[in-house]
């Protein structure tokens, strides 16, 4: 299996000691963020010589992934002056003129040194243009051709570190739910490329609100069927799927903490509270309770904040708990209607939907400066945002093309790029199953 294969990736020694230059960075979590352009050499199997097999399908892959970057601008190959096959993948050979000629700050070189197919090993290089300085390299060994994928996010997520400081997008699986019918809603996966999609749950009823555990092996989510409320809990190493029942109470909005301890608003008739539940699912304490409605809890990363709706001053807002002083605070400051709240993991953004007069919008609170920004733009409406663990992606479903589906945007806005998954798709989760986290 090439996930236990690449635990032992053999990370290239390709720099001398003493050469490493400071990689070009982008800043995407300041108020302008920079574009970077980059060019993707053709792949080799040896000096100018392309490869044409899986070399050009990992190549295909790459390019795909790279598009979901909002900062990230590819170099259209017909304008590099004497095409993309180099004599090499790294200088001398390497004639990365042309690529900074053709505007590109970076380049990737691909090398398969044994060939490009059947089971062999790539070799992917990322440069500098401007003086040659080597970012990084790695080789992946054993690799087929159902492993392209996986090599494809693996290298992007290492090249969106080095750019970022955090390759979370491309280590990221969505949960989400697709509605098929009245009472009927099934729990999918999906990377946020929209690659590895498939349906998680069977069960009779309908799913809504799933969410990751920290450590990636459970999801749960809210369940309905004809006669009851429940808790799902869908776990990884089985496959299976629990559901915790709460008699007489309904159960809204479940999410884990940092600990893997999982918070619910749960309500018998009365308004909901919140309640943090233990490792087995029972009721431990009491989070957030009074007079109103009191749902949809979020956590940063710490554990010690957390965001929910509440109806206290009459229609829903966004609030702010400290666990530790039990100090409440407004977030949302403008608009009758703020639900649906998530809570970046650094804690210092809180995304969430508000109805306006043209439907339902996507806003950010920042809790440092205080901004509010806008993010999202319709048409259509746009709901159900959830932040990646980077504090920058943003997730959201939409109606703005007619059925529901999801769509992905920053922190900063500008234009929403689909996920391509089929179905209506509701409340988009991301987690990292498998990163050790």
Known sequence: MLRKIFAIVLVLLLSCAGQAMAAPRVDIYGPGQNLVNLGLAAPLTGPNSEARGMGAELQKLV???????????????KSVLGGTVLAGV???AADFNR??????DIVVTTLWPSGDSGTKTVQMRAFET???????????????????????DRFCADLLEVLTGSGAFFRSTLCYVVKKGQLSAQVYLAKPTGRNCRQITNIEGEAMSPQWSPDGRFIVFSHIDKRTHALGVWDARSGKVQRVRFPGDVVIGPAF????????ALSNGKYPAIYLLNHVFKKERVLEDSDCINVSPTFD?????????SSRLGGPQIFMKDLGSGAVTRVSQSGSYNTEANLSADGTLVVFSRLTA??????VQDLVTGQE?????????DEQPSFCADSYFIAFSSTREGARGIYLTTRHGGDAKRVPVKGDCYFPRWGMPGQGK
């Open 90 to 92: 790294e200088p001398p």
């Open 301 to 309: 990363k710490t554990g010690t904040k957390m965001a929910f709706t």
């Open 257 to 264: 903490m940092p600990n893997n301890k999982v918070a619910v």
């Open 130 to 152: 401007s003086g040659g300085a080597r970012l990084f390299g790695k080789e992946y060994p054993n690799v087929s051709a159902r492993d392209l994928p996986e090599v494809a």
């Open 373 to 381: 920004t806008q993010v999202s733009f319709g048409p259509g409406s």
């Open 63 to 77: 390019n795909e992934n790279l598009s979901f970057l909002p900062f990230m601008r590819l170099t259209d190959p």
């Open 358 to 363: 043209y439907g339902q919008r996507i806003f």
């Open 99 to 104: 690529f900074q000629l053709a505007g590109s």
